[in-house]
Each structure stands twice: as C-alpha cells, then as structure tokens.
C-alpha cells in the first residue's frame, strides 16, 4: 500500500460513487451523502500527494479546512432539507418541484 | 522473539476457547423451550411496539446539527495544540479570538432557545408536535 | 509577509467581520419586533469598510498572510462594488414585505458575513483561499436563498440551491486537488512556475483538473451548462436576494477567475498576450468562447418563453453572464476592463430592475408581466426608470448599457478575427433580447387602463432608491470616462505594467 498510484485510485473510486450517488438518487439525504463522497475524495487526494509527493503542510492544512466547511454545508444542507420536510411532508428531491420547470 | 508472539497467538486461543466454550456449555445444558414472548426483542421490560424505522422528533436533528458544527470546528484545535509551544503567545490569542467567534455562535443558538428540546414558538409546521405551539398558548392563557 | 504584518492592510476584511460579529451580538440582544434594527449595525460597517478600501487602496501587495491574498487595486475595485451592491441590497430589503413576519437581524447579519467572502473571493491568491471564500459565499447564500422558511418555493430555491451548489464545489475541489498533485503548490505563482515544468504525459490530468475548477467556477457565474439552478433559485428566492445573488457572486466569480486563469494558467507577459501559454493542448480559448456563445443564447431563448419578470430576468442574468463571458477567452486587457465597465454597469441596472420587479410584487400582488400593466401612467417615476433599466439591459444607446457593451464587444474584435463570431453572436443574442426586455415596457404604457391619477411610491427610501440606481444608469452612458480611466487604473495595477 506504500504508493501513490493506490490512494489515487482510491480517490477516484470513492469521486466516481459519489458522482453516481448525486445523479441516480432521489432521497434528498442520500444525495448529500454522495457530496461528502466527493469532498472526501478530494481529501485522501490532498493527504496522499502531501504525504508521498514529500511536498509541504499545505495538502493536510487543506484536508482540516475541507472537513471543516464539508460539515458546515452538510449542516446547512440537513436544516434545509428539514425545512423542506415540515413544508412539503417529502424529502424525495423530484417531488419539490412547485417552480416551473 | 518467537516466543513473544508465541505468547501472543496463546492469548487470542485462549480468547476464543474462553468465549465460545460457555456458548457450546449452555447450548447442550439448557432446555430449548420457546415461545412467543420469549423470543421478542428487549426494550428495558416494555412491549415493543411497531418498527423501529419511526420518524423521530425533528428535534433530535436540529440538536445534532448544532453539535456537528460545533464538534468539527475542534479539528483546527488539533494542529494547534500540537504546535503550540512554537508557536507562543501569538497562536494563543489567535485562537482565543476562533473560540470566542465560535461561542458567540453558541450564545447566539442559546439565546434563540434552539438547544430547548421542547420549543414552545414554533407556529409552523404540520408535525406530530406542531400542535405544542397551541397547548402552550392555552397554557399561558388559563 | 507574515500573519501579524498583514493585519495593517486588511482593515476593511476585519471591519467586514467585525460587523458580522456586531451585527450577531445586537440580534442577541435586541427583541423580536426591533430585529431588523441589526441592519443598521450592517449598514454601518458596510459604509465603514468602503471608506477604510478607499483609505488603504493604491497599494499593490502580492503576498498577505504568508501568500494566500494579495491587495491589489484590482481587487479594490471588485469590493467596491460588491460593497456598494450589499448596501443597495440591504437597503432595498426595508420595504420588502416578503420578510415580514420574520426575524430580519440574521438576514443582515448572513449578508454581510456573504459580502466578507465575497471580499475575500477577489482577493485570493491561494488555492486554500479561493476554495475557503466559494465556501463562505456559497453557504450563505444557501441560507439567504430560502430565508422565508415557510414559504414552499423558497425552500425549493435553497434545496435545489444546495444540491448543485455543494455538488459542483465538490468537483471543483477534485479538481484543485488533482492540480495539487500535479505541481505541489498551492499559491497561484507558484503553481504557474510548476505547471511550465511539467511534462507532456502530465496533460490529461491537467487538462481533467481544469474542467472540474471550470465546473464550479461557471457554477458560480451561472454559465452553461452549469446554469439549472439559476432560473429556480433566482424565481424562488426573496426578490432583494435575487437581485443580491445575480450581481455580487457573479462579479466575485469573475474576479476570480481572471485573476485565477491569468496567474496560474496565463503566459509570461502578464495578460497582454492571449495565448494560455501552459494549456497548449486543448484550444481553451475557443471552447470557453463556445460556452459564451451557448449561455448567452440559450439564457435569451429561454427568456423570451417567461410568463414571470422574476423569472426572465432569471435568465436574462444567464445572457448577461455569457456577455461578460466573452471577455475571458479573449483575456486581452481591453477584454479585462470591459468585463469591469460591464459588471460595474450591470450592477446598476441589474438591482434597479429587480427592486422594481419588487415594488410591483409588493404593492400589485404579482411577479407576472400582467403586474405591470399601466404602472407607467400610475407611477411615472417607476414606469420611466423601469423603462431605463430595460433599455440598459439590452445595451441600448444613450444609457450605461450600451457603454459597457461597446467595451466587451470592442475587446472582441480588437482580439482578431478568429473571434468576429463570438461578437456577431452577441450582438444577434443582444437584438433578441431586445424583445422581451420592450415587452415590459409594452406592459407598462400599452396595455391596461390608462390611470389620470399618477402618484410616487409612498415611501422617500424607495423614491430614492430607485433614483440612486437609475440616474447613474443613464448618466454613465453619457459620460463614463472616469469610470473607463478606474478600471484602467485597477487593471494596470494588477498587470504590472
């Protein structure tokens, strides 16, 4: 496991899933939850060029702040979805449709 | 060397033999006699009653976002106390300044009365509990 | 330069979050019913903070904190104007009875804590910095986009918001991420000095990082084929956030990208070439240029079929963000000031037509053209600026509109021609506009009754609003010289020249 190439590919395993979870499901929830796919994909991305690249801080600075505002945008994402659950009794994204299309 | 990890592997043997001896013990002793409320699920002596896939109070969310947010922040206190006797006094005031923006935060959630498990002023909302709102005026009122 | 160094010229971005802080603290402490007061606080920092840019302008630093930001007249000019429009926005959000019956003191403070990232956003020179700013602006707007909580179509806005929001800044970060791997760096200068030493069999990566930052910068601007959300998020959105969300993000975004293309990806000689030097293998200029092409025509197409002028002018901010577009592939210096001439212009006329479209849906109870039936012999003064901002925005002479186009479309053709489509395809999209901007003129004064009783909106702040926004729309077509001479200025700066 000591290289780069498998934590690359990692990455853009957990990228793809993540990009497919967005797409394909309806669930207002497990749509946010292939957003953190991605933004963690970016994050074993940015840990892995910082370790094996022999590089400098900067790529696990950048990891700590993508945790950071990932949980921010999650939180705000869940309290939306919250809000759109006591207004409209479904979280299911299609279904919030009243604005034309 | 050797026998060091022999130690080792005699310790994970003895784990399994230790677990899974009373297990085969109790299954030939023990009479096998069940019936319905015998094999129904625990819940602390109660009748367990419908599925366990029940909405929750939307409560239960909006306190744990709140602890999210404040749960994650605590990451950039990591490499700082790692680093502090470097860095010194600067660090420790820069991050007393984070701490303080963050409690603001806090006070601000508080004194919205968004940490009351119960919240008395919602006036929305058509969830099991929008009808607390109403309770707590004809409360207030006699 | 180190952290405690730069603080001294960062005096308006402190001031910006200490009105945040200040504004959170007044809601903490005011009541229910005096919440909105919290504007006052914001209004103030506000004024505060474009005083202290003035103050500290003229300087051109290239490494604040340790190289993530630099202070540049550039810049200057970019939190000018969102300054400016956050003021605007504030102000305009006093008459607005969607908010009623909410708590206003956090929709104050989330503006100004949005118009502190978008601050941040012109400035950044880092790619931590550049996505920490996206972040800060994007969340907020998230909030700000569905601040009418019971209200279904504002929810809908911020859900639909949220999910191509958080999606395409999710993209955008693989991208920076795989652009980390590739040259290490993370300050712009430096990733530009490790891009020219890369080897060829390193272009596929590159060329895949590129379109991911592409995908969550042409989010930002609202550019095609990243533009779903605008029409739903603009149309569900409180109306003040609306005309907030169509101008300041987007000259943020595009401040960004210049400025982003330029160092990292731009030639040696600054900006005066319009080679990307780096990039050889793709014809980047050329494909952003069709992007232009497509998101202008595609936002006035669409424009033409609306029903709601909430919603044309939805897509009408599309159209505009593929005008401004034109200017990027071009990447001429001429094509850079036009691009500030333009946004500084349609900054204008953006905020007067939507506080208009506000108005109407306030008093007539409608967003749709039938709203606006005889509002010019009701309301004169509405009925003429209207009138104005819909002219501006076709690019009309003699009103600010028409200058700034003149400068983008000039850039265009200076560049050569390889480009004289891109501008006969804007001026084609600028004729079509024409028509359903007139239609809202001609629901105005043709259509509906007649009124002989004419009377000004009842309160001074929107008469003067609407003054504020108006006069220079038109005076600016008329003498725009120093407008011209300060974006020259700015950019010179920025170049080195």
């Not at chain 2, 404040?70 to 300044?97: R, S």
């Not at chain 3, 652009?179 to 760096?185: A, I, Q, S, V």
């Not at chain 3, 780096?278 to 595609?298: C, D, H, Q």
């Amino acid at each position: 496991m000591d290289n780069l190439s498998n934590y690359v590919l990692i990455s853009a395993i957990l990228f793809s899933l993540g990009l497919f979870g967005v797409i394909t499901r309806r669930n207002g929830v497990a749509v946010l939850m292939g957003v953190e796919l991605i933004l963690n994909s970016a994050n074993v991305n940015f840990l892995a060029f910082a370790r094996f690249g022999g590089m400098n801080m900067s790529g696990h600075v950048y990891a700590l702040f993508v945790i950071v505002l990932a949980a921010a945008e999650a939180a705000v994402a869940l309290a939306i979805i919250i809000n759109i659950f006591n207004n409209f009794r479904t979280i299911n994204v299609d279904d919030v449709s009243e604005l034309k299309q | 060397m050797y026998r060091d990890f022999g130690t080792i592997l005699f310790l994970v043997f003895m784990g399994i033999v230790l677990i899974y001896a009373p297990l085969v013990i109790q299954k030939l002793l023990a009479p096998n006699d069940p019936n319905a409320d015998k094999l129904a699920t625990y819940e602390c002596g109660e009748e367990s009653e419908g599925s366990a896939w029940v909405q929750f109070n939307i409560r239960f969310y909006v306190v744990a976002l709140i602890f999210l947010i404040f749960d994650v922040e605590v990451v950039f206190l990591f490499p700082w106390a790692v680093v502090f006797n470097e860095l010194g006094l600067l660090a420790f005031v820069e991050m007393g300044i984070f701490l303080l923006i963050l409690m603001l935060g806090l006070a601000y959630v508080w004194r919205r009365s968004d940490l009351d498990w119960v919240k008395y002023n919602v006036k929305y909302g058509r969830g099991r509990y929008s009808n607390l709102y109403k309770k707590s005026q004809t409360i207030k009122g006699s | 330069m180190s952290n405690l160094e730069s603080l001294k010229f960062f005096w308006p971005e402190l001031i910006l979050s200490a009105t945040a802080l200040i504004a959170i603290l007044s809601d903490l402490i005011y009541e229910r019913k005096d919440s909105h007061k919290v504007s006052f606080w914001a209004i103030g920092g506000l004024l505060l903070t474009f005083i202290t840019i003035r103050l500290f302008g003229g300087s051109s630093i290239n490494g604040l904190f340790m190289g993530t930001m630099a202070l540049d007249p550039f810049s200057e000019f970019f939190k000018i104007l969102i300054v400016l429009s956050t003021i605007i926005v504030m102000l305009m959000s006093f008459n607005s009875s969607e908010l009623d019956g909410y708590r206003k003191g956090e929709y104050y403070t989330i503006m100004s804590i949005m118009a502190f990232g978008l601050v941040m956003m012109t400035s950044a020179i880092d790619v931590l910095m550049f996505y920490v700013a996206i972040e800060i602006v994007s969340i907020m707007s998230f909030f700000l986009a569905g601040y009418l909580k019971r209200n279904p179509n504002s929810n809908e806005a911020s859900l639909k918001y949220v999910i191509y929001g958080a999606f395409s800044s999710g993209v955008m970060l693989y991208g920076l991420s795989i652009l980390f791997g590739l040259t290490g760096e993370t300050n712009f200068f430096a990733i530009k000095n490790a891009i020219s030493q890369l080897g060829p069999d390193s272009n596929l990566a590159l060329i895949l990082s590129i379109v991911f930052i592409l995908v969550g910068l042409g989010y930002k601007i609202s550019a095609v084929p990243f533009h779903f959300w605008t029409p739903d998020v603009y149309e569900g959105s409180p109306t003040s956030i609306t005309a907030y969300l169509s101008v300041a993000p987007k000259a943020a975004g595009f401040a960004l990208i210049i400025r982003f293309f330029n160092i990292a990806f731009g030639s040696n000689s600054a900006m005066g070439s319009d080679e990307w030097s780096s990039l050889n293998s793709l014809p980047w200029p050329f494909l952003i240029a069709l992007l232009s092409a497509a998101t202008m025509t595609i936002g006035n197409l669409v424009a033409i079929q609306q029903q709601s002028v909430k919603r044309m002018l939805a897509y009408s901010s599309i159209a505009h963000a593929g005008y401004m577009m034109m200017a990027i592939p071009v990447m001429s210096q001429s094509g850079i000031y036009g691009l500030m001439i333009y946004l500084f212009m349609y900054m204008l006329m953006n905020l007067g037509a939507f506080f208009v479209v506000m108005y109407v849906q306030d008093k007539f109870d409608g967003e749709n053209f039938d709203a606006f039936n005889g509002l010019g012999w009701k309301m004169p003064l509405l009925g003429i600026s209207m009138t104005l901002f819909m002219v501006a925005l076709t690019g009309l002479p003699p009103t600010s509109g028409f200058v700034g186009k003149f400068y983008i479309f000039a850039a265009v053709i200076e560049a050569g021609n390889q480009y004289y489509w891109l501008a006969f395809v804007g001026v084609i999209n600028s004729v079509v506009s024409l028509y359903y901007y007139i239609k809202v003129v001609r629901h105005m004064y043709f259509e509906g009754e007649r009124s002989d009783i004419v009377s000004l909106p009842e309160s001074k702040l929107t008469t003067s609003l609407v003054l504020v926004l108006a006069l220079p729309t038109f005076f600016l077509g008329w003498y725009f010289s120093p407008l011209v001479e300060w974006a020259n200025n700015s950019l010179n700066f920025f170049l080195g020249i």
